[in-house]
């Protein structure tokens, strides 16, 4: 555990999807986020939360309202005549999320509304004309590589998932989280499948000097 060089946890680590049923310890998850804290911020706001979503009643709402979402995606494109090709999409990305009820660990990883920053500052200001909320996407996911990265190096396997956020409609509101923007969910736990090594860019294709 924890003895692998950084080079080698970053080439080794794959979605998982299929987990043992064993649960991870506590202390490893207060590890993971611990390593998230230390992350960057803007202005150091630390504005990245975790939720642990461990009630059944939660992960039922939620199971239940992403299987609305994918009926109502469903019926729209029904009656637009839309191409099959999104229907089997809609059928594929649902799949990429129903699995996510199986883990031992799903968590939702979001940012802190009230969170404040220069370019916020500015635009409430008045003086720029648009706050995308880039430096947001940044920091959430600096914070999970963070956080499945440390998971990799204790053994455990890991998933990032946004396709349920396209099915479900209110994800703050079945959570009661509307302090935060959920960005994510996570699932967490010691992987029962190995995936080999999958094609990545090269520098060459991803670094250039202007
Ligand atoms: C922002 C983000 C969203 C993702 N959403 C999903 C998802 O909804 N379902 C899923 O199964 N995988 C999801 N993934 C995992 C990607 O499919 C995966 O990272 C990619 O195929 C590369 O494979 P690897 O992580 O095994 O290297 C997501 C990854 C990221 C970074």
Known sequence: ?????????MSKRRSIRTYKADMPPDQWIEMMVR????????????????????STGIKERLHEDMAMGRQHLLKTLEE????????NWIASYYRFSEFMFDAPLLFAAGTVKATTGFSKKLFEAGLIERYDRK???????????????????????????????????NIEK???TEDLDIRCLITVGFPDEAPGPI???????????V
Not at 1 to 9: I, T
Not at 39 to 52: A, D, E, G, H
Not at 80 to 87: A, D, E, F, I
Not at 199 to 209: A, D, G, H, P, S
């Open 80 to 87: 637009r005549n839309g191409p099959k090709r999104l229907k």
């Open 174 to 176: 079945i959570l009661g």
């Open 135 to 169: 430096d947001l996407d940044i920091t959430t996911g600096l914070a999970l590589k963070a956080f499945i990265l440390k998971g990799e190096a204790l053994g455990l396997g890991s998933c990032i998932l946004t396709a349920p956020m396209v099915f479900i409609s």
């Open 1 to 9: 555990m924890d003895r692998l060089s950084l080079d080698e946890l």
């Open 35 to 54: 390593c998230a804290t230390m992350s960057p911020s803007p202005s150091n706001t630390q504005p990245v939360r975790f939720l642990k979503i461990s």
């Open 199 to 209: 094609q990545r860019k090269t520098v060459q294709e991803v670094f250039r000097t």
